[in-house]
């Protein structure tokens, strides 16, 4: 099993980005989903959780600018706007998958850089 996350770049402020983690491998199911943040010098935050069933959970900072879905079977994404240089981060999702031949196990994916500048 392995785990990207795609779609990161440099942005204005304002602008929108979409990011994607995608999950490839032998998945018998994808259980909740978590997009975490971390900007230069500061700790990792969590920034969204989605689950099997669909329930989402933002932070603070995200409510109203970010979204979190599921595209496909094996992709969640995350869409973000009005972004403010503050959302600078390198941005990486971790999902908790369930293999044919494994239990439940969470996985992280490598980060994607944004960076919101003029």
């Known amino acids: 099993v392995q785990l990207q996350a795609f779609g990161g770049g440099l942005v204005q402020p304002g602008g929108s980005l979409r990011l994607s983690c995608v999950a490839s491998?032998?998945?018998?199911?994808?259980?909740?989903v978590n997009w975490y943040r971390q900007a230069a010098g500061k700790e990792r935050e969590l920034v969204a959780t989605?689950?099997?069933?669909?329930?989402t959970k933002y932070a603070d900072f995200a409510k109203g600018r970010f979204t979190i879905s599921r595209d496909t079977k094996n992709t969640v994404d995350l869409q973000m706007s009005s972004l403010l240089p503050e959302d600078t981060a390198l941005y990486s999702c971790?999902?908790?998958?369930?293999?044919?031949?494994?239990?439940?196990?969470?996985?992280w994916g490598q980060g994607t850089q944004v960076t919101v500048s003029s």
């Open positions: 989605i689950t099997n069933g669909g329930s």
């Open positions: 971790q999902a908790s998958i369930c293999a044919p031949t494994t239990g439940s196990v969470w996985y």
């Open positions: 491998g032998s998945i018998s199911i994808i259980n909740s």
